[in-house]
């Protein structure tokens, strides 16, 4: 019925960069919110960036350092990571809260994609 497709991960340096992409697809109405999740190894799943309608909000490790963007036209939401750290190798999740053409309410996960940081 809707499905959500990630891309963009990766390995990287310390002080670099990537951009993750997650396109949502399907019989959509609206969506509620789109955001990135993270897991590293051995810890819990934790927020690190949503966009509602009430605007944006990040996670206090990731302030000033990413960015998150969505395209409403394609049904996109991005991630901006700037000046990767070490700690910020994990499994990037997208998130979608949408209801659909015949008003169902989803919240639905991308497969996730791997990011490494790594010299």
């Known amino acids: 019925q809707v499905q959500l497709v990630e891309s963009g991960g990766g390995l990287v340096q310390p002080g670099g960069s990537l951009r993750l992409s997650c396109a949502a697809s399907?019989?959509?109405?609206?969506?509620?919110?789109m955001g990135w999740y993270r897991q590293a190894p051995g810890k819990e799943r934790e927020l690190v960036a949503i966009?509602?309608?009430?605007?944006?909000n990040y996670a206090d490790s990731v302030k000033g350092r990413f960015t998150i963007s969505g395209d409403n036209a394609k049904n996109t939401v991005y991630l901006q990571m700037n000046s990767l750290k070490l700690e910020d190798t994990a499994v990037y999740y997208c998130n979608y809260r949408l209801r659909t053409v015949t008003m169902r309410y989803l919240d639905l996960w991308g497969q996730g994609t791997l990011v490494t940081v790594s010299s």
């Open positions: 399907g019989s959509i109405f609206s969506i509620n919110a």
């Open positions: 966009i509602t309608s009430s605007g944006t």
